[in-house]
């Protein structure tokens, strides 16, 4: 399945490529690469989230009350889309409860409170010295061990990821470094001082999945970061490529485009082609987790905005409240207006800064007035396509956003509103500062919600059907049946049939045992009847 | 004047030329369209109709399911007979019929929200009873053992309570999910603008 | 103050639809100050009462409609209508017309639509037919006050004299009580040089033009040329500002150019007229920067921009050449309109992803 036509090309130079729309917005990035990465002060509590990410499916190993060390495990995966989740630091879990997280205001999930006791015991960790003579089933194993998901955004499972794309057969490994969005600055720093061990990580990864080709793609516009993966680029095969700095260069399929030319197909991962794509932070991460044998822990966060009066990235403890991060930069409160995570172009508002941050957060955003103006009233669209311009998947964003208006589904999925990636390219275009991307989110969540009604009364009707069918079939056979009744007992009767005709117990033991029932059933009624004035406990027979 | 135009103008001629030449386009697109849609399936309007009920087979329309009331719609019976499907559908039918959307008929039932069936298994004697009145076959159990619903089949139809002798079937809302859901700008303005 | 949406950027970096209005309405300035020189003042009269009559029924429209009418009026786009019909009316049109016309262009093909961005032609286009239709006459008289003094001087259009025949032209209620003016009111009354050189066959304008004899001078006609420059140039300086996309206007020039330079064939058929006169000699440019690309009624897909000047500019040449109608940009652009929808549709780029995949691989091969 795997072609290793890369093997007997290796230095075929595959030249950059331009991905389609895009817009090149002002990157804010320089206020926060100011400083290096800073450690961070132990939080006095962690909030740690039991399913990093969306879809993922883990158990605790805890107990409310244990005791736990650093880098012990706290949460096993169930499946293979789950992580493992490990102390950030020593001390005591008070809770294991609901806890609200970052993205839509109300979302909360199940979550481990750990009380820190700031002597940060931590069990001994086991560094590999050999790591370059790993085999590619090690280093995989040591990744899933560690717990480690894609620093990128969306937070899939490493190893999972790259289990898959071994099934696939890998040709090219991207390792993603095109920060694009604006305020955004962690892989930069990262790079700027740690490019080493993201190389080792690229190197590491490579080996586990066994891709002949590797290639650290770069915005052209980080020369700090591109000077220093050069110098630590100097002996190894991996490739640098520097890509136009254009937002969004790094989303996923849009790096595989930037890279490749290639295009990720419809309902596909750039797996399907032969590429596998990773984050810089990941590869750091893994260079972490194999070489020096610590599981994900800790992530590289930038925390920048006007409002912030020392603006900088942190190597964050995971389940560090926010609030806390924002303290430890100054956050001048009387200025500050609102709390993003992520970039200004896809971040989502915080609605109070308690959220811990997780394996994917990748930026805060303390903003004042000036980061984010007031928007502009909403004006009529005049069609003037600037959002068809700029759209990276190359969508019409005027026409779906007259469809969404009018709650056209089937011109709205006919226009592809599904291959929409939500970039906000569109949005911050928009002369008419129109909100086409709350439009489109709102719009896909219609069509999700009818489309899953639209599926569950499918299949309602046809087990309505069997259902129709197998009464009719039961019909029949007990006609059949008839003679055979009168001339033979009950009790011997052939039972497999099914179990609403099988009768294997005496009618009349069971009428009076019905019979009994009821009584008992009609005395409760009345008991339950009469306590129902004070607490009512059934609401659905209160009716009657 | 007009017919000097029509006669001696070769630009209305090019207009009918191109006008021609689309139209020659679009009939060969949709007779393609036709003969595709034709080939793979030619749905009914009974099934059309069909597609649109929410399938909870509950009979609160006075039929014996779906489909009946769907071919009795068909034939003419009224379209506000769905309590399940809610103002959704009778508007969604009203488009496929070309009628009048009108408000759900309330001898036929209200609009509430879906819940679903829940046995209280300490009190259940094994009748089968609900088991023959389930649909959709959502209730597993054999004759003198426990009974249990399986949740994600229950369409919440109501059918089981009333031949259950002991009355211990219970129609429960759904545990709540997250109540979080993204508006479109318009309704949020709409809102906003009301609240004012 | 609007409201801060939860999804979706933070951050928002455009030149605004006011603006967009406005730069539209700036880039028109060259142009109309080169007619003004050429034809008087009489232009400049169009635009100021078109502006008053379309902001009056702009107002009127959105009281009607039951909208508040203050930040609609803000987005300007009323304006850009105003002035694309005033220049495409013959200067010193008397103020009923010009009234009239753009009544009709905002109350009925704007507003009676749904308002700004849902008219599916061009309003100011739209004014402009209704007008050619009920009042022939007046659409394709040019009142350029050129007139003999009764003392035997002669005025340009520009100057005091131009001024006050221009505003008899537009106002003729006027002439009543200004009885000394009578003598000057017979301005000379002209068309495009195409509807000359269309009429009179090879005519005196025809070789002035090709020999390009008085290319400065001011005699009317040459004053097309020039005055269709300042049209591009400010169609250059908004395709600088990144207003409109250059699919539109380029699509129009190339076909117009291409059909005519492919027919014209000098002594022999001479009737077809030059790619220069097309281009130059009529209102081309205007109707290929300013008029189709309003972006409301053309077509928004690149291939289908392609298209639309293509139709555009066939139109144009077509009805100038074999047409029964004097001018043809107002048609072809609305007969464009009629077939955007129809072309954003069949032009749909290819979304991302939506083609046969091939591995790293192939594509490899392929390139070896």
């Known amino acids: ?544 | 004047m007009i017919t000097m135009l029509l006669i001696d103008n070769f630009f209305i001629n090019i207009l009918f030329a191109i006008a021609a030449l689309i139209g020659i386009a679009l009939s060969i697109r949709s007779s393609l369209a036709f003969w595709y849609s034709t080939s793979n399936q030619q749905k009914t309007l009974i099934d059309q109709i069909n597609a649109l009920l929410p399938q909870t087979q509950c009979g609160q329309c006075s039929f014996e399911g779906c489909l009946p009331y769907a071919g009795a719609i068909a034939r003419g019976s009224a379209i506000n007979q769905c309590p399940p499907g809610g103002e959704a559908t009778i508007i969604r039918l009203a488009q496929l019929l070309n009628d009048y959307p009108k408000p759900l008929n309330p001898a036929h039932g209200r609009i509430e929200p879906i819940k679903i069936a829940f046995i209280r298994e300490a009190e259940c004697i094994g009748c089968t009873k609900c088991i023959q009145a389930c649909p959709v076959d959502a209730i597993i159990g054999g004759a003198k053992l426990m009974h249990t619903v399986i949740a994600s089949e229950c369409t919440g139809c109501d059918l089981c309570v009333a031949p259950c002798p002991v009355d211990c079937i219970d129609m429960l809302a759904l545990p709540a999910q997250n109540p979080w859901q993204w508006q479109l700008p318009t309704e949020l303005q709409s809102t906003a603008a009301a609240r004012r | 103050m609007a409201m801060r949406y939860l999804a979706g950027p933070q951050q928002h970096a455009s030149i605004a639809t006011n603006q967009i209005m406005l730069q539209v309405v700036y880039a028109c300035a060259p142009g109309v100050a080169i007619a003004t020189w050429y034809f008087g003042f009489g232009i400049l009269l169009n635009i100021l009462l078109a502006s008053l009559f379309a902001v009056a029924f702009e107002a009127l429209a959105l009281h009607l409609r039951g909208l508040s009418p203050a930040p609609q009026l803000q987005d300007n786009s009323v304006l850009v209508t105003a002035v694309l019909f005033a220049l495409t009316i013959p200067p010193g049109s008397p103020w009923w017309l010009v009234g009239s016309g753009i009544g009709f262009a905002v109350l009925i093909a704007k507003h009676a639509f749904g308002g700004l961005g849902q008219n599916p032609f061009n309003p100011a286009m739209c004014g402009y037919l209704v007008l050619l239709l009920a009042f022939p006459l007046d659409m394709t008289t040019w009142h350029v006050p050129n007139a003999q003094l009764l003392d035997g001087q002669s005025f340009t259009p520009f100057s005091w004299n131009g001024l006050r025949q221009s505003l008899l032209a537009s106002f003729p209620f006027l002439i009543g009580s200004e009885s000394t003016l009578a003598p000057y009111i017979d301005g000379l009354a002209l068309a495009t040089p195409l509807i000359e050189f269309k009429m009179a066959g090879t005519s005196a304008i025809f070789t002035a033009l090709d020999t390009n004899a008085a290319v400065l001078g001011r005699a009317a006609g040459t004053g097309w040329e020039l005055m269709n420059i300042g049209y591009l140039m400010g169609g250059l300086y908004l395709l600088y500002r990144r207003i409109i996309s250059w699919h539109i206007p380029v699509s129009i020039i190339v076909t117009v150019s291409a059909i005519s330079a492919l027919l014209y064939a000098p002594h022999s058929f001479a009737i077809y007229g030059t790619p220069y006169l097309h281009l130059l000699g009529s209102a081309t440019m205007l109707g290929a920067f300013f008029i189709a690309t309003d972006p409301v009624s053309a077509a928004t897909t690149t291939r289908g921009k392609l298209v639309y000047g293509l139709l555009i500019g066939c139109s144009i040449y077509s009805i100038r050449v074999w047409g029964s109608y004097l001018d043809s940009v107002a048609i072809a652009v609305l007969f464009g309109n009629f077939c955007a929808p129809l072309l954003d549709h069949l032009c749909r780029p290819r979304i991302y992803g939506h083609r046969k995949s091939r591995r790293l691989s192939a594509m490899q091969e392929q390139d070896r």
């Open chain 1, 1 to 544: 399945m795997s072609s290793t036509n890369f093997l007997h090309l290796p230095h075929q130079q595959l030249r950059r490529r331009k991905i389609f729309g895009g817009i090149k917005p002002a990157p804010h990035k320089a206020a926060s690469l100011r400083s290096r990465i800073m450690p961070m002060p132990l939080p006095p509590q962690l909030i740690l989230p039991i399913n990093q990410y969306h879809g993922t499916n883990s158990s605790p190993l805890v107990k409310v009350g244990d005791a736990v060390l650093k880098y012990q495990a706290l949460t096993e995966k169930l499946d293979h889309t789950g992580a493992a989740l490990h102390a950030p630091t020593s001390g005591r879990i008070t809770a294991i409860c609901s806890a609200p997280i970052a993205g839509h205001p109300g979302n909360a999930a199940l979550c481990i409170h750990l009380q820190c006791d700031g002597d940060d015991n931590s069990l001994e960790l086991q560094p590999c010295l050999n790591h370059d003579q790993l085999t590619g089933f090690e280093v995989l194993r040591k990744i899933d061990a560690a717990g480690i998901v894609g620093m990128g955004g969306a937070g899939f499972p490493t190893a999972h990821k790259l289990r898959l794309a071994i099934e696939h057969g890998t040709e090219l490994l991207i390792i993603n470094a095109a920060e694009c969005e604006p305020y955004i600055s962690t892989d930069e720093a990262l790079l700027r001082e740690r490019a080493r061990e993201v190389v080792i990580g690229a190197e590491l990864l490579r080996t586990a999945c066994h891709a002949p080709r590797c290639i650290i793609a770069i915005e052209e516009d980080k020369p700090a970061a591109i000077a220093a993966l050069r110098s630590a680029l100097a002996h190894s095969p991996i490739e640098l490529m520097l890509l136009h700095s254009t937002y969004p260069t790094g989303g996923e399929k849009q790096i595989v485009q930037a890279v490749t030319g290639l295009e990720v197909p419809v309902g596909q991962y750039p797996l399907n082609l032969g590429i596998l794509v990773h984050n810089a932070g990941t590869a750091y991460a893994v260079y972490q987790a194999v070489a020096e044998g610590k599981p994900s822990i800790s992530r590289i966060i930038t925390l920048t905005g006007r409002a912030l009066q020392t603006p900088k990235n942190f190597e964050a403890l995971i389940g560090t409240p926010a609030a806390f991060l924002l303290k430890l930069c100054g956050v001048q409160e009387q200025h500050h207006l609102t709390t993003v995570m992520g970039g200004s172009l896809m971040g989502l508002q915080l609605a109070h800064t308690e959220v811990p941050v997780t394996k994917t957060t990748n930026c805060l955003i303390a903003a004042t007035v000036e980061d984010f103006p007031q928007p502009e009233p909403e004006l009529a669209c005049i069609r003037c396509g600037f959002c068809a311009e700029v759209c990276p998947a190359r969508l019409l964003p005027q026409q779906l956003y007259s469809f969404a208006r009018t709650h056209n589904h089937t011109q709205l999925q006919s226009y592809g509103l599904d291959d929409c990636i939500e970039c906000g390219a569109c949005a911050y275009v928009c002369p008419s500062n129109i909100p086409l991307v709350q439009y489109y989110v709102a719009a896909k969540q219609d069509l999700r919600t009818l489309s899953v009604a639209r599926e569950q009364s499918e299949h309602w009707q046809t087990r309505f059907q069997f259902h129709q069918y197998r009464t009719k079939q039961e019909k029949d056979s007990a006609r059949e049946r008839r003679i055979p009744t009168a001339l033979f007992p009950v009790e011997l009767l052939p039972t497999d049939s099914s179990p609403i005709t099988s009768v294997q117990f005496s009618r009349q033991l069971a009428q009076q045992e019905i019979a009994d029932a009821v009584a008992r059933a009609n005395a409760k009624r009345i008991s339950r009847l009469a306590t129902d004035t004070q607490m009512p406990q059934h609401p659905a027979k209160d009716k009657e």
